[in-house]
């Protein structure tokens, strides 16, 4: 079964607008971690944020947050303030506890294409 | 700063030729993986090493084989590479804990003529 979903092959967006990137994740396991990662066209995969299942808040980071349903097993990502340097594709990952911890499952990712 | 490197940006190489991709990461990192990316299946893992010598396969590790002699490096090898083996290949690192994030080397694209 599919772990990380992100329904949204493609999207567009206008500058300075925000986008919200959906991903939805199945685990039964109450320890996890979730990441979203940047891919731009070099092809470098760059860590965005973090989430915790314990954690209470969502987490931010400057024009990066990430809003978690735990209910619902969503975490999207939302970018506000579109720049056209975040056109790139962008992967949301799961984290589990147990020996397989150190694994990360991915999502197919979402391509975002920011138009001036 | 972490560093991942891979040995090589881009590569070519024919049908049945034995494939060497190394990676080394400078942060002393126990753990090491291997995905492959592919349009629409986004990463997936070939192999993983959470220590020297050792080695765990992943979701595809069929038509691949790995080696971890040191702490910093990981190769990945193609036996006998074939066209389905064409793709870019990531290698990343991090240290245990679901909290830490993978650090992702610049991916090699290889091509199997």
């Known amino acids: 079964a599919q772990k990380i979903t992100q329904t949204q092959p493609g999207m567009f967006v206008q500058e300075k607008e925000a986008v919200t990137l959906d991903c939805t994740y199945d685990?039964?396991?109450?320890?996890?971690?979730l990441f979203w990662y940047k891919q731009p066209s070099s092809g470098e995969m760059i860590f965005l944020i973090y989430q915790g299942s314990y954690d209470q808040q969502n987490a931010t980071e400057g024009r990066y947050s990430l809003n978690f349903q735990k209910a619902r097993k969503s975490a999207n990502l939302v970018i506000s303030a579109s720049q056209l340097g975040d056109s790139a594709m962008y992967f949301c990952a799961m984290r589990e506890g147990g020996f397989d911890g150190n694994k990360l499952s991915f999502g197919a990712g979402t391509t975002v294409t920011v138009r001036a | 700063d972490v560093k991942v490197t891979q040995s090589s940006r881009y590569l070519v190489k024919r049908t049945g030729e034995k494939v060497f991709l190394e990676c080394v990461q400078d942060?002393?990192?126990?753990?090491m993986f291997w995905y492959r990316q592919d349009p629409g299946l986004g990463l997936r893992l070939i192999y993983f090493?959470?220590?020297?010598?050792?080695?765990e396969k992943g979701d595809i590790p069929e038509g691949y084989s790995v080696s971890r002699e040191k702490k910093e490096r990981f190769s990945l090898i193609l036996e006998s590479a074939s066209t389905n083996q064409t793709s870019m290949y990531l290698c990343a690192s991090t240290f245990g804990g679901i909290y830490n994030e993978q650090f992702f080397g610049p991916g090699t694209r290889l091509t199997v003529l």
């Open positions: 685990t039964s396991d109450p320890s996890y971690g």
């Open positions: 090493s959470y220590d020297v010598k050792m080695k």
């Open positions: 942060m002393d990192h126990e753990n």
